[in-house]
Antibody, heavy 121, light 106 residues
């Protein structure tokens, strides 16, 4: 069974930083492109970033480019999102999501439960 | 690529046929998915590549469309289908989602 467990969220002041983690199990993590998707309270889904299995290809939403950095450690089956220069509008639940098995495109067939990031003074 | 979903909400009864549309700002080659999200839960993949039903998803869900217009249909609404539905395009980065359609009980 695929499991994705996010951690690292919390309350942070504007301009602060956090490092989110996603621990993966139940599949060959090193073979899959992984993504981060966020959802502001009461709002819709927003894709944040994508990283290929070997970390070769990385993409970011314009809203986070230059402030967020995605990385992964395939030896530890872990995904990370370093978020800097936080703004109030970054307040959201952050989900890690796995690419659909066998697909060359980023449909997401497994999601974590999410970790809440709250940016407030 | 912007995705515009309509309606943003709807009220329906159990057994109703429900249709949700998603219009893209440009062609997306059929690379569209649909997700269902219930309160406090992560989204669930229902359909991908316009028409392909994800494993384990009931056959009352179906997808159609081409070009810039895509549709999710629930043939006979069940109590467990009351949720918010999102379309997503994966044709190009940045990936984008529609604004969502909340399906409520009439």
């Amino acid at each position: 069974e695929v499991q994705l467990v996010e951690s690292g969220g919390g309350l942070v002041k504007p301009g602060g930083s956090l490092r989110l983690s996603c621990a993966a199990s139940g599949f060959t993590f090193s073979s899959y492109t992984m993504n981060w998707v966020r959802q502001a309270p009461g709002k819709g889904l927003e894709w944040v970033s994508s990283m290929s299995s070997s970390s070769t290809n990385i993409y970011y939403a314009d809203s986070v480019k230059g402030r967020f950095t995605m990385s992964r450690d395939n030896a530890k089956n872990s995904l990370f999102l370093q978020i800097n220069s936080l703004r109030a509008e970054d307040t959201a639940i952050y989900y890690c999501a796995k690419r659909l098995s066998g697909s060359p495109l980023d449909y997401f067939d497994d999601w974590g439960q999410g970790t809440l990031v709250t940016v407030s003074s | 690529i912007q995705l515009t979903q309509s309606p943003s909400s709807l009220s329906a009864s159990v057994g109703d046929r429900v249709t949700i549309t998603c219009r893209a700002s440009q062609g997306i080659s059929g690379y569209v998915a649909w997700y269902q999200q219930k309160p406090g839960k992560a989204p669930k993949l229902l359909i991908y590549a316009t028409t392909t039903l994800q494993s384990g998803v009931p056959s009352r869900f179906s997808g159609s469309g081409s070009g810039i217009d895509f549709t999710l249909t629930i043939s006979s609404l069940q109590p467990e289908d009351f949720a918010t539905y999102y379309c997503q395009q994966v044709n190009s980065y940045p990936l984008t989602f529609g604004g969502g359609t909340k399906v409520e009980i009439k």
